[in-house]
């Protein structure tokens, strides 16, 4: 998978004016967007979700993967990246707004419980409070054996496990500008209720 020339450009035109909100020195590379994915089962029926997707690399690995662009929802802050993806991804559910805002945007719309979540979110950029309370909000709407996916460049998790979840290592991806680490957030067995 190789990111098309319009990926880049329209990458690093918003890392250069949006730096704290990109991110990335980098776009994400093709080892981590399939780790990523992998992660993600798409036999647990209801939508998956994109936090942050940018210019779409994980949601390229997602659709690889074999999840229908139906089931695709992409939540996406940056207007230059909204339209980026509704020209790349016809098909594709993308929202307007914010991830922090994600029960208010998932309530609106009268959406059903999410089977996966892939946030390419930088959490470690913004307080670790809003962190902890984006993952406790995205566990809440997950479907029982759906996981919270959530890449960082630090060696520890961006957010700690908020009460009735674990968080663990999936894997380091020493391949990917910079290595990262890829962790899987998921509500403890006996916390496995959808929220209504």
């Given at each position: ?27 994400s590379g093709p080892v981590l967007a399939k ?56 098909g594709v559910t993308i929202i307007h707004g ?7 945007l998932w309530k609106e719309r009268n959406l ?85």
């Open positions: 998978m190789k990111l098309s020339s319009g990926s880049t450009i329209t990458f690093f035109r918003n890392l250069r004016r949006r730096p704290r909100n990109t991110g990335a020195i980098l776009p780790t990523m994915a992998a992660a993600i089962d798409p036999g647990i029926d209801g939508p998956i979700l994109e936090l942050g997707p940018g210019t779409g690399v994980f949601t390229k690995a997602l659709l690889e993967r074999g999840v229908a662009p139906e089931r695709l929802i992409l939540i996406e802050f940056n207007a230059d990246f909204v339209r980026f993806l509704k020209s790349r991804f016809p914010s991830a922090f805002d994600l029960p208010k059903p419980a999410i089977a996966g979540i892939v946030s390419g979110l930088p959490l470690l950029n913004f307080p670790k409070e809003l962190g902890q309370q984006l993952i406790t909000d995205s566990l809440a709407l997950l479907q029982p054996g759906g996981q919270y996916v959530q890449f960082t460049y630090a060696q520890r998790p961006s957010v700690p496990a908020p009460a009735g979840a674990e968080v663990n290592l999936l894997k380091r991806v020493w391949l990917n500008v910079p290595p990262a680490s890829v962790w899987i957030y998921q509500k403890k067995a006996d916390s496995q209720s959808v929220a209504a």
